[in-house]
Each structure stands twice: as structure tokens, then as C-alpha cells.
């Protein structure tokens, strides 16, 4: 049969070269070299099916078998992940400014120094305050010796009831003073709010410091927090507390956490709802806003079949792959139309068409066709 097909090919290939050589002339639209092209074009085309044939057909008398090798199906835990990318923030991030104003006498501390709560980061000229202080508390010895003097009289019943709470009313009135300035006082000097390293100092020694202008960048990074975005889509099928695996491809390295929180808010703008992780940051080489490659499960199978991706081909009636069936003899490759789940790093779920014992072939699947005669390996 394929070789009257053939055969019937090289008459038309002949007829082709007749017409040519016989045709009438040319019309005056179309040259006799655009009618030669046209031939040759013709001939080149023919040439190509017969060449299709003469392959065919000796594939089809072929008797050697092909030569593939076989994956056996067996069921295995089978999971989904999604990728979406975040962005890492501090544990504690603090820019710190003074709660009073004045003039700064010294800086303590240096950039990328850490720090404990509490540390002086820098001091603020006080000497106003420092001198209201000595004052009160010049007349703050006095008003307590006036008052310890009324007190001792008015407990053995000598001098007036108003003496003595004049004089305890001054003392008490002296001492609240002396209280606020000492508080006061205290507003000058700049202190640490939290442990962390200061990352930025943005004044100098002599500037004028105050509470609306930062005196300097306070970061925690022991322990980073991550912020993704997930599409709404995902809401149903991630949970707090699910594993999740993060990659910093900046600095190549990969680490697993758990979701710690899932938002409440979906943005209107992109459709998506947030997500927080938390990290250790020991060697503190994760930096804030740095890129963090998120996976999230969204999918998990305990037993499923699965196979390589690239075994599944497609034709008009769906998705199919090649299997080994023992026939008789032979082993034989037999086409297999499969219904796909879900696809992850390369592997893709069958929920339809292979069951588990079924060998798959894993190799040489592109020169096999329904029928062959295999052999493997």
C-alpha cells in the first residue's frame, strides 16, 4: 500500500514535468521564470511527502525493537506549591528623638555599635535647668528646716496651726518643683528605647536637637518579620501555622518557618490578602527589605500517581502517555489517554487512565508509537 502511494507520487511528479514542457505560453500576468519557480516549488513539496512515506514505511518493516526504559507506578505523597514574593522588615525599627530640645554636648556611641535599652545615645545641653535646680533646692533645705522646726513645735502644742501648715505646704510645693526639673532634666539625654544596632546617626555634636527631628536609626535584626501578598483565590487553602518555605536569592539560601498570621483585609486594588512570617536572624545576613521568595502549599495528596511532566503528550482527544504491556512475547508500547491533575516542579498528578504497578516508559517514549515492539533496559 505504500509503495502505490509512492509510485503514484513520482506520476504526479512526472505529469508536473510534462505540463511544463508542453504548457501553452505564459500569459502576460505571469512569466515563464514565475512558472518555473512555481514548478520547482511544486516538485520540492513532493519530494518532501515522499520523503515522509519512505520513513513511514520503513518503520513499519522495521523488525528491530526499540529500545526505552520503564518507571513502575507507584503511589506517593504528592503536594502543590504557590510562589509569591515578600519583603523583609525589621523585628524593631526605631528612629529616636529627644523629648526635650537644646543643644547636643556629646555622642556616647557610634554607628553599627549595639546597644542594650536604656544606653545614653547622646546628651543635651541642660545648664538652664541644671541651674533652676540648684535654686530649688536652696530653698527646699530652707522650707524643710522651717518645716521640721513648726512641726516639733506644733507637736508639743506651741505656735500657731497655720505656722505649721504654711511651712509644710512650701516644703511639699519645693519638693513637686524639684521633681519636674529633675524630670525635665532628665529629657535631655537621649537614651535607647529598645536593644539594637544603631544604624544611622543623623546629627552631629553642637547641632540643635529636638523632638521633631531624629536623632538616630535604632534596628533589631536578630529577628526579621515577612510580608507577602497572596491572591484571594488561596484564602480557603492556606492556614496559620502551615509549613512554608522562604528563599533569599540575594544572599542564596533557603529556610522553612510557619505562617504566623493570615490578614483580615483583602486590597481592592490587587486582590490579595497579607501574610507574616517570623525568622531568626542570628548571623543577621537577612536585611530589611530584602526580596524573599515565598512557597506556600496549596495542595496535598497522601497517595497519588504521578509522572514526569514531559511524558504527557497531547493530540485531538486529550492527553496521553506510553506504557509497556506485555502481549503475548512481545512487550509492546500501548498509547494511553490519562486525565492530569495539578503540576509541580515538573511532575504532574494522574487522577485518571494508570494505576499503580503500571510501567511507564521514561525514556525513548519520542520513537515508540501505539504497537511498537520495545525492549528494556
Known amino acids: 500500500m505504500k509503495k502505490q502511494k509512492i509510485n503514484q507520487l513520482f506520476a504526479l511528479i512526472l505529469l508536473v514535468v510534462l505540463a511544463a514542457c508542453s504548457g501553452a505560453p505564459a500569459s502576460d500576468e505571469l512569466s515563464k521564470q514565475d512558472q518555473l519557480k512555481t514548478y520547482k516549488q511544486q516538485l520540492h513539496e513532493l519530494e518532501i511527502k515522499i520523503s515522509e512515506l519512505e520513513a513511514e514505511l520503513k518503520k513499519y518493516n522495521d523488525v528491530d525493537k526499540v529500545e526505552v526504559k520503564l518507571k513502575e507506578i507507584q503511589l506517593q505523597k504528592f503536594e502543590h506549591f504557590i510562589e509569591v514574593t515578600g519583603s523583609v522588615e525589621a523585628e524593631e525599627e526605631v528612629n529616636v528623638s529627644p523629648e526635650g530640645s537644646g543643644q547636643i554636648l556629646d555622642i556616647p556611641v557610634e554607628e553599627g555599635q549595639w546597644v542594650t535599652k536604656g544606653t545614653v545615645l547622646a546628651t543635651l545641653n541642660a545648664e538652664p535647668i541644671e541651674r533652676n535646680i540648684e535654686q530649688i533646692q536652696v530653698n527646699l533645705d530652707l522650707a524643710v528646716t522651717t518645716y521640721e522646726r513648726q512641726k516639733k513645735l506644733w507637736d508639743q502644742n506651741i505656735g500657731s496651726e497655720l505656722q505649721y501648715l504654711q511651712a509644710k505646704s512650701t516644703k511639699e510645693s519645693l519638693e513637686k518643683q524639684l521633681e519636674g526639673l529633675k524630670a525635665q532634666k532628665d529629657l535631655s539625654i537621649i537614651k535607647a528605647p529598645v536593644d539594637g544596632t544603631i544604624d544611622n546617626i543623623f546629627q552631629k555634636q553642637g547641632q540643635i536637637a529636638s523632638p ?42 533557603d529556610v ?112 515508540v508509537f501505539d504497537g511498537a515492539v520495545i525492549t528494556a533496559n
Not at 292 to 308: F, G, Q, T, W
Open 212 to 253: 521633631q527631628i531624629p536623632f538616630a536609626k535604632l534596628v533589631n535584626i536578630e529577628k526579621v518579620k515577612i510580608y507577602a501578598d497572596v491572591a484571594e483565590t488561596y484564602l480557603t487553602k492556606i492556614n496559620e501555622g502551615d509549613r512554608v518555605f522562604v528563599s533569599f536569592p540575594a544572599i542564596e539560601r
Open 256 to 367: 522553612e518557618t510557619k505562617v504566623l498570621m493570615i490578614g483580615n483585609y483583602i486590597d481592592p486594588f490587587n486582590r490579595t490578602f497579607r501574610i507574616r512570617l517570623d525568622l531568626r536572624n542570628q548571623d543577621k545576613l537577612i536585611k530589611p527589605n530584602m526580596d524573599a521568595v515565598v512557597k506556600l502549599r496549596d495542595y496535598s495528596a497522601e497517595e497519588a500517581i504521578v509522572i514526569p511532566s514531559l511524558l504527557i503528550k497531547d493530540d485531538f482527544k486529550g492527553h496521553y502517555t506510553f506504557i509497556a504491556n506485555q502481549e503475548e512475547k512481545d512487550l509492546v508500547a500501548r498509547k494511553v489517554y490519562i486525565s492530569t491533575g495539578v503540576s509541580d516542579n515538573n511532575m504532574t498528578e494522574i487522577t485518571e487512565g494508570l494505576k499503580p504497578g503500571t510501567k511507564v516508559i521514561s525514556e525513548g517514549f519520542n520513537q
